[in-house]
């Protein structure tokens, strides 16, 4: 495991930027309309909280990869103030890291884990922020440029293949499991993101079920951008795997006009979320969804990411007796007896 320079731009961010948005032309009438993102913003659960212990943010660090050649893939690691290495914790991963990690503009990630593990609300957690690979020459992803144009993100998060799965799979979750204790239950690993970033972590669970089981997706290019497209026949052709996955996209996402106002389906984000909604409904899979009005953007999924986490962990192991005090206190972290002064 190799450090990389450490990276101060990705921590400067305009709140009101678009960070996915393609150009799009608005009529008369939508050129007047109110700006639908103006109306999501982020809640306490997302903010720092008083008393609440915070987590620890490690990185950056560099993983090479053998899965593209020539790549290597730029993480932080999120470890909660609750973790014990006795204690096998849960796994989230969410990709575009420097995204997630924001602290002004994005989904303040690890607020959300600080704020919801402290209320029991989720289960402690290791959190793992990956930006997609780049070869040396290529700058790292920041909030102008989230590697379309300038890393291997087109590839391996838009292409429907096992290439990025092996990388989370075979080469992440070795480093991880050397450096962490993490649970072995697949039921306990989840992986999320937002646009390109969401369908590729729905590969991920798609093609190792058996390590990942949980999604989070956030406006997901399940788009004609490499066959994505594809998925909702792919599910309904396919034996129902044993994932759960948490659809949000927005009335107002791209819609699918391309050059010269001619309207083409596989590129309508929200109509392709819809569909795969539908094509998951069909099949029995644990899906939860919600649709607002929201353009391509982390506006309404930085919102309502708490509950998010909420829905996709909510089997986290409880106790009903009543005598429980602890179940029935805040989740402090274990107070770490000092060391005996040595004998003179």
């Known amino acids: 495991m ?7 731009s990705f921590l400067i961010v305009a709140a009101s930027t678009n960070l996915f948005a393609q150009p799009q ?22 903010l720092p909280q008083e008393g609440v212990p915070k987590g620890e943010i490690r990185g950056p660090l560099t993983l090479p990869s053998q899965a593209y050649p020539g790549t290597s893939h730029t993480y932080w690691i999120y470890v909660p103030a609750q973790y014990d290495a ?11 890291g420097h995204a997630f990690l924001m602290p002004e503009g994005g989904t303040n990630a690890q607020n959300v884990m600080d704020n919801l593990i402290y209320r029991r609300e989720i289960p402690v957690m290791i959190g793992v922020f990956i930006n997609p690979g780049r070869r040396p ?7 102008h440029e989230w590697g379309d144009r ?36 697949p039921d306990r690993h989840g992986i999320g993101g937002a646009s390109s970033g969401a369908i590729a972590a729905f590969t991920v669970a798609w093609e190792r079920p058996n390590d990942f089981r949980k999604v989070l997706s956030i406006v997901g290019s399940f788009t004609n951008i ?7 026949d792919i599910v309904r052709k396919s034996d129902r795997k044993p994932i759960r996955v948490f659809l949000q996209d927005g009335r107002n996402d791209n819609r699918g ?23 998951l409904t069909e099949k029995g899979y644990d899906l939860n969804y919600t649709w607002g009005m929201n353009k391509h953007g982390q506006k309404m999924g930085a919102a309502i990411l708490p509950e ?7 089997d986290q192991p409880v106790s009903t007796d009543p005598q429980n005090r602890l179940e029935r206190s805040f989740h402090e972290p274990e107070k770490k007896t000092p060391p005996a002064p040595p004998h003179p």
């Open 257 to 279: 006009t391309r050059g010269g106002g001619v309207y083409d389906e596989a590129f309508d984000w929200f109509l392709q979320n819809v569909r795969m909604m539908q094509a």
């Open 308 to 314: 998010m986490m909420r829905w996709l962990w909510r």
């Open 137 to 143: 020459d290529q700058p790292e992803p920041d909030q």
């Open 226 to 232: 490499r066959g994505g497209n594809a998925y909702p």
């Open 86 to 96: 006795a204690v096998p914790a849960s796994l989230m991963i969410f990709n575009d």
């Open 2 to 8: 190799h450090r990389a320079p450490a990276l101060l």
């Open 25 to 46: 032309t608005a009529t008369p009438a939508q050129a007047q309309a109110p700006d639908p993102d103006a109306y999501y913003h982020l809640g306490p659960d997302s």
């Open 150 to 185: 300038t890393t291997n993100r087109p590839t391996e998060y838009n292409s429907l293949d096992d290439r990025y799965a092996r990388v989370v799979v075979d080469e992440l979750m070795p480093v991880l499991n050397k450096e962490y204790s993490i649970a072995k239950d």
